[in-house]
């Protein structure tokens, strides 16, 4: 059963408190439903979770990229009373090589997150990426209908709204952009920066997590293209295209009722007996060179140096999961992970006392919440992050810990409780991970009644509804 499933809810669970009445096209990389047990049921967690309450209402399509064989070309959904229909798109191996490993996750990631060290160019990357979003686009316009709201996600499809455009002039697009928008200087290091943003503009609407990226881009826009630009608004080839920050949130409703229930309850308290230290602190993170990962475990050891009565008394657990493992640098980083974690342990583990557990798999979100829920502090420390929901989780799971947070991601800016730290300043981590231990209760309690506060403002529902008003108010 979905998560957030009752019965006053729709087939999802979740209801939208806004009527949308046209029908709506989410176009994205992912499909938002997986197999289980030979049953197609919704996708748990981020955009499935939101979108999905509204396109049963408002039906539609949404169009992705095939991942695997067994996933049929189109699909009813969902089986049992369709409301709208998935479109996949198939890639040969080549194409899904040069448009998502490489443009997207080798070109277009590394310079949106200031990792240029990572980056990878080679034309046929564009090539492709051009190809593949025309791809998106033919899906989209073969069950577009005029009045149809089309909504893009991600850097996956930064030209789709222009092509889209150049065939439907009056069709209704918006983007939503879900990782940071750099400085103009660091995105134009992009080969294809203008052609890039020009596809972009193809766009009514253009969203991004906070006005720091909206500024970023809006930057680029003036010096790349020399367009005006008024306030939020950008008047480009006689149309004017808006620019918005909408913050995303977390199903806190789901990861509120997951974290309180008496099986994650237990295996909190459970994982906390084998801990067998006074203190837990944790690091969940997609293994993603952006993730800050490797640094964290470079500052825990120096906490260890540093604070020998800690020695038996904390343990780190790094949760990671698999991502991209066919590109170079996340191999390379996962080796330098593993390195790191054999390291510590090797130098300072005493008797039975371990100072890193490290678990590199996919986890439930059960087990994700007894986690969350079991430690004392979360360290959340990226060198660059679009938002970060692994923070919005914790601090909904939890009811006592204390989040030191890199002030480097979108996250940091809705909240500021947190123990805020700058990731690279490897002794300014250290320092917060003793802070974070340290704190006052009365202080822990008040900070975290105000982020759980923020929180359950931001919420992923609210995120989608108020997307949606924006666009449809357009
Ligand atoms: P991501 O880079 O994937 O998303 P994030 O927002 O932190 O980053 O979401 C990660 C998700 O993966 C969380 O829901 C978390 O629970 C889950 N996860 C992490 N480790 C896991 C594990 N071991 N097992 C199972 N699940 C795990 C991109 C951007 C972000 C932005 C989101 C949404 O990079 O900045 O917040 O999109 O816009």
Known sequence: MHPAQNEECSTYGATSSTAHRNRLIIVANRAPVRLSQDKWVPAVGGLATALLPVLEKQSGLWVSMAENDEAPETQHFPEEKPAFDILRIQLSEQEKADYYSGMANQAIWPVAHYM??????KRSYFET?????KKFV???LSGYREG??????????MLAPQQIRSIHPEAKIAHFWHIPWPAMEVFRILPWARELIQGLLGSDLIGFHIEEYVENFLDSVRVLLGAKIDG?????QGREIRVEAHP???DTAYFHKVANSTTVKRDADLLRSQVGTDFLVIGIDRLDYTKGVLSRLLAFESFLQQYEEYHGRVTFYQVATPSRTDVGSYQQLKREVDEAVGRINGAYTR??????????????QDELCSIYR?????????LRDGMNLVTQEFITATDHGVLVLSELTGAAHILPESVLVNPYDQEGVMNAIKIALELPDAEKKERLSTLKERVNRLDVHTWADGFLKSMQEG
Do not use: K, M
């Open 248 to 250: 995303i949130g977390v």
């Open 374 to 382: 079991a430690a004392d502090a979360a360290l959340i420390t990226p």
């Open 351 to 364: 008797g039975i006392w371990s100072p890193v557990r490290y678990a590199y798999r996919t986890f439930s």
């Open 148 to 157: 149809d709201y089309i909504w893009l996600q991600d850097y996956h499809l």
């Open 138 to 140: 033919d899906a989209v």
């Open 129 to 133: 990426y051009e190809a593949i979003n």
């Open 116 to 121: 240029i060290q990572h980056l990878q160019l």
């Open 232 to 236: 939020n608004i950008i008047f480009w």
